[in-house]
């Protein structure tokens, strides 16, 4: 249980980022354009995706522990150079050092904290280890709503201290088993990650829907606050109430119980979709600011449904490696989103959430074909179990 705990507090210390709720405000303070912000995005989409893989296969080679502890103090560096940026090429270097650090924790973290625990107990603990990252982002975002007032600058600054924090407690997990006994190859990772087919269809819908998610709550809810009248101070307020909300993610497991995994995702998606339409026509501060929190909330409980498919889908020891690829291949899709994305929301904040609209459908779509697949697969193998007893 000590890596659970300490992995709790470290995702804790790293939702401290104090210029979250004014992250586009702060890179357009300093010279950024729209389109430039979502191309540097892309580009870090790009970078996760070529890193991803090997990275997975760095964790199953030398182990979890050592490849959180140099992603987490990438992490820490990574936040020095944002409070440093003041040129395109200096917020494109932060982003690099990002994607470095995003795709050695993708995967890694799972596999550790899913070592280190029983399969009954995946949604709650992964749940819990969503809702604390959410809290200490909540609690930077009210922090943040007496820090802009003074500085934007204090905003980059201060998030500087937890995160070096979090990479000192990184020195203190355990190893969960010998790695140097195993050298997984990627070809037959690979074959391993996509021997059922239908995850594919999975990976496609999730990171589509991720993508979304991530295009409106980080970027375009701020233009959609200020063209509905909103305060630029008033922007940490308004992302803490909706942190607080993504906190519900802990109870993902009771939604998964009542509908089962993709019953629940698609509940949440077509929730998603719903919000997005509102958002392309309104005006209202408080539609807007609803019509966010939807989106951020169904993201924050489809999260740990995902990660529980996902490693139920993997049937072999290089679990990092294959989460890894799964990851890689929902970045592909979101990498090909952000662009679209971008180019939209430069002509207009409408445009943006239209397309984002229209990949939420698309998502939805998807996923209505694997849970026809997968029910089927199910009566079939039930069918099968039946004709044996007969027998």
């Given at each position: 249980m000590r890596?659970?705990?300490?992995?709790?507090?470290?995702?804790?210390?790293?939702?401290?980022?104090?210029?979250?709720?004014?992250?586009?405000?702060?890179r357009q303070a300093r010279g950024l354009s729209m389109s430039e912000i979502f191309f540097i995005e892309s580009i870090s989409w790009v970078l996760?995706?070529?890193?991803?893989?090997p990275w997975g296969w760095f964790s199953d080679r030398f182990g979890y522990k050592k490849t959180l502890v140099l992603a987490n103090i990438l992490f820490f560096v990574s936040k020095i150079v944002f409070y440093m940026s003041h040129s395109f090429g200096m917020f494109l270097f932060e982003r690099v050092?990002?994607?470095?650090?995003?795709?050695?924790?993708?995967?890694?973290?799972?596999?550790?904290?899913?070592?280190?625990?029983?399969?009954?107990?995946?949604?709650?603990?992964?749940?819990?280890?969503?809702?604390?990252?959410?809290?200490?982002?909540?609690?930077?975002?009210?922090?943040?709503?007496?820090?802009?007032?003074?500085?934007?600058?204090?905003?980059?600054?201060?998030?500087?201290?937890?995160?070096?924090?979090?990479?000192?407690?990184?020195?203190?997990?355990?190893?969960?088993k010998d790695f140097k006994k195993e050298s997984p190859?990627?070809?037959?990772?690979?074959?391993?990650?996509?021997?059922?087919?239908?995850?594919?269809?999975?990976?496609?819908?999730?990171?589509?829907?991720?993508?979304v998610f991530q295009a409106v709550t980080v970027f375009l809810n701020q233009s959609q606050y200020l063209k509905s009248g909103i305060d630029p101070r008033y922007f940490g307020a308004i992302l803490?109430?909706?942190?607080?909300?993504?906190?519900?993610s802990a109870k993902s497991d009771n939604m998964s119980k009542k509908f089962g995994n993709t019953g629940a995702i698609i509940i949440l998606n077509a929730t998603m979709v719903i919000s997005c339409v509102i958002l392309i026509f309104?005006?209202?501060?408080?539609?807007?600011?609803?019509?966010?929190?939807?989106?951020?909330?169904?993201?924050?409980?489809?999260?740990?449904?995902?990660?529980?498919?996902?490693?139920?889908?993997i049937r072999v020891s290089s679990r990092a490696t294959i989460l890894s690829i799964y990851s890689m291949s929902s970045g592909m899709i979101s990498s090909l989103g952000n662009v679209i994305i971008g180019k939209a929301a430069d002509y207009s904040i409408e445009m943006g959430?239209?397309?984002?609209?229209?990949?939420?459908?698309?998502?939805?779509?998807?996923?209505?074909?694997?849970?026809r697949n997968t029910s089927q697969n199910s009566v079939e193998i039930l069918m099968e179990l039946k004709n044996n007893k007969s027998v």
């Open positions: 890596n659970i705990y300490l992995m709790y507090v470290i995702v804790f210390l790293q939702g401290f980022v104090f210029y979250g709720p004014v992250a586009t405000l702060f996760m995706i070529i890193l991803e893989v050092l990002l994607s470095v650090v995003m795709s050695g924790l993708s995967g890694c973290d799972i596999a550790l904290i899913y070592s280190s625990i029983k399969e009954n107990e995946v949604q709650n603990v992964f749940g819990r280890y969503s809702a604390f990252g959410t809290l200490g982002f909540f609690m930077a975002c009210i922090s943040s709503s007496f820090i802009i007032p003074i500085s934007l600058e204090f905003t980059a600054l201060f998030t500087i201290f937890p995160y070096a924090l979090a990479a000192i407690l990184s020195l203190f997990l355990e190893e969960v190859k990627f070809r037959e990772s690979f074959t391993q990650a996509f021997k059922d087919t239908s995850i594919i269809i999975f990976i496609i819908s999730i990171g589509l829907v991720m993508e803490a109430s909706v942190q607080m909300i993504r906190l519900f309104t005006s209202n501060a408080i539609l807007s600011i609803i019509s966010v929190t939807f989106i951020s909330l169904c993201a924050a409980l489809i999260g740990p449904i995902e990660t529980d498919i996902k490693n139920k889908h959430f239209a397309t984002c609209c229209a990949m939420s459908i698309l998502g939805l779509a998807l996923m209505l074909i694997y849970h």
